[in-house]
């Protein structure tokens, strides 16, 4: 199983400490760039067309794994599968942001707010597609109770 | 990046033909089980809460990288990252699947209809959330054109 890194992530944030734990927490200051390597930009075609893509990183300044987390949003711990903290066993990320403009010649995908960390290197890109990927009233957990608050990370998984 | 399989899938299907081309297009027959691995049950606590999951797959008997395809759902050529063809640099697999049942005793998941291929290594699960992951408006680009055709991968990849 043999990675292979696309790009990567230019963003703001250079520690996990303040970045939004999701891009739709974010705001302005928090829009991002992707950088596409050479060889993969002409698999960028067609992909204006679409208003959000899914980016898939790896997360390479994230903690071991650790199969219990208190998430950000809760006070009590919770398996780590049922939360999206960064100390994966795969520590794969997976960020849905707006997709503001693509120059497929020079690689350089403009984005909305992410929760990404500058140099982050980005393993794949796929569009946003409603039909498949939005189920606005798919049941959230413990996740449910907790939307109003907690926007930006602290340092716990680094404790 | 070295990846970490915590588990693999349990499916009906064996080859790509015929099987669902997402998740949403499968029925009764195509539901399937997650098998995960013993040292990482432990953070299957607090997963039955969500209605769906987040399966990221390692795409096993995906062709190689192919800059552009003419995807299911279309008649002519797209860049491969405007599409869900399975021929990417890294085969990572994205399924929004129901969550059935989970015994984390066992490790095994009861899932609802999936797209993937039997003894597919599974990298990683998260929980589904509406609030960060639900866009039922977002722009589809080509896709949103042809959402009432193609419920069924073809061999077409592997041409």
């Given at each position: 199983m043999e990675l292979c890194r696309i790009g990567r992530v230019r963003s703001?944030?250079?520690?996990?400490?303040?970045?939004?734990?999701?891009?739709?927490?974010?705001?302005?200051?928090d829009r991002a760039q992707l950088e596409i390597d050479a060889p993969f930009?002409?698999?960028?075609?067609?992909?204006?067309?679409?208003g959000r893509i899914w980016v898939l990183t790896w997360l390479d300044r994230a903690p071991p794994f650790r199969p219990r987390v208190v998430p950000h949003r809760d006070t009590v711990e919770r398996g780590l599968f049922a939360t999206r903290a960064p100390?994966?066993?795969?520590p794969l990320g997976l960020s849905c942001v707006e997709l503001l403009a693509v120059d497929a010649e020079s690689g350089l995908l403009e984005l909305g707010a992410t929760d990404l960390l500058d140099g982050t290197p980005v393993l794949d890109i796929k569009p946003y597609l409603p039909g498949v990927?939005?189920?606005?009233?798919a049941r959230a957990g413990w996740f449910g109770a907790s939307l109003?608050?907690?926007r930006r990370a602290d340092d716990r998984f680094n404790q």
């Open positions: 703001a944030h250079t520690s996990q400490q303040g970045t939004p734990i999701q891009p739709v927490f974010g705001e302005h200051a930009r002409e698999a960028l075609a067609d992909l204006s067309g679409f100390c994966r066993p795969s990927d939005a189920f606005p009233d109003e608050e907690g």
